[in-house]
């Protein structure tokens, strides 16, 4: 009986550790540490309290990855500063890819490496690219699953900006 | 004369050691039975996203650069984790997809093994029980008559 029960458990365990549903609009933002893309070294969103943070989930492989880049960067180069930031999350990507996929586009904002996915996991996304904007509570304010466009980031991220050059 | 056939012998074996050295490169397909797509979820060999795309070029450049089967996984697990490895390694928490199995089958084996003696212990046992009863006297005289009807 001891067994049975002791198999059962360890069943529920794993289906509880693999079932994370994920983050919502309000919910506070997974903050686990994670690798630098380059350079060495972690972060992690709790890095970031205090500022606009625009989470980008992406990987070097995805197409529509390769199509937002240039206007994340754009926006970045409008927006970013002490009060606001695009955080780049390479996804279940090779490093040495993700690192190319960076200079390719000329990626100025900061970039984590989240190799085995766990982080995109436990962010609750289906894919990449998804979009979080986490505001300096370290709170979901705005969720875009699939590829965000230049219209969405002037129409609905810039207005929460502080403003000027955030 | 000998030393002559000595010089050849080894020639030979120069010759042919490289490509012995050649068949005993792992091959992707080998590769891509033991890993996973992270992306996919399933068997490497049985994916075909672009993530998949990625990660079979990565090992066949490996491949390609003579790494070992070891190495190759190794490399695979420093990029995608150890999740990306089909059948765990068995060391750690991984060491649980072995054992349990092997613990459970025991426990299940004693188990039986105790109700079985218990079962037999109560007077359960087919031996206990002596076979079926034969037809008694009036039957078999019966018996034998039907049969005698018959011209077996």
Not at chain 1, 66 to 90: C, M, N, S, W, Y
């Amino acid at each position: 009986m001891l067994a049975v029960a002791a198999i059962v458990g360890l069943l529920v365990f794993g289906l509880v550790s693999k079932g994370s549903s994920g983050v919502a609009i309000g919910d506070p933002v997974p903050d686990g540490p994670l690798p630098r893309l380059e350079g060495g070294g972690t972060e992690s969103l709790a890095d970031y309290r205090g500022r606009w943070v625009l989470v980008n989930f992406w990987a070097s492989w995805c197409i529509p990855c390769r199509e937002e880049a240039p206007a994340l960067e754009r926006f970045q180069r409008q927006h970013g500063g002490p009060k606001f930031t695009v955080l780049g999350i390479d996804s279940r990507d090779l490093s040495s890819d993700g690192r190319g996929f960076v200079r390719e586009y000329g990626l100025s904002y900061p970039q984590l490496r989240d190799g085995d996915g766990d982080a995109a996991q436990d962010y609750g996304t289906t894919g990449v690219p998804e979009n979080f904007l986490v505001d300096p509570a370290g709170k979901v304010r705005l969720l875009v699953r699939g590829p965000i466009t230049e219209e969405y980031l002037r129409e609905q991220v810039a207005p929460l900006l502080p403003e000027g050059k955030s | 004369m000998r030393a002559r056939l000595v010089l050849v012998a080894l020639a030979v074996l120069a010759a042919l050691a490289p490509a012995a050295v050649a068949q005993q490169r792992v091959t992707l397909a080998e590769i891509e039975e033991e890993v996973m797509c992270p992306v996919c979820g399933t068997l490497l060999q049985l994916a075909e996203a672009p993530q998949a795309q990625q990660q079979k070029a990565f090992i066949a450049r490996l491949i390609e650069e003579g790494r070992s089967e070891e190495q190759i996984k190794d490399a695979l697990v420093a990029e995608y984790g150890d999740e990306v490895l089909a059948v765990p390694e068995g060391s750690g928490f991984n060491l649980s997809a072995y054992v349990v199995p092997i613990v459970a089958f025991l426990i299940a084996a004693i188990a039986l093994a105790i109700g079985v003696m218990r079962w037999r212990r109560a007077g359960g046992g087919p031996s206990d029980r002596g076979g079926p009863a034969g037809p008694s006297g009036e039957e078999a005289t019966r018996l034998d008559a039907d049969l005698a009807r018959y011209d077996l």
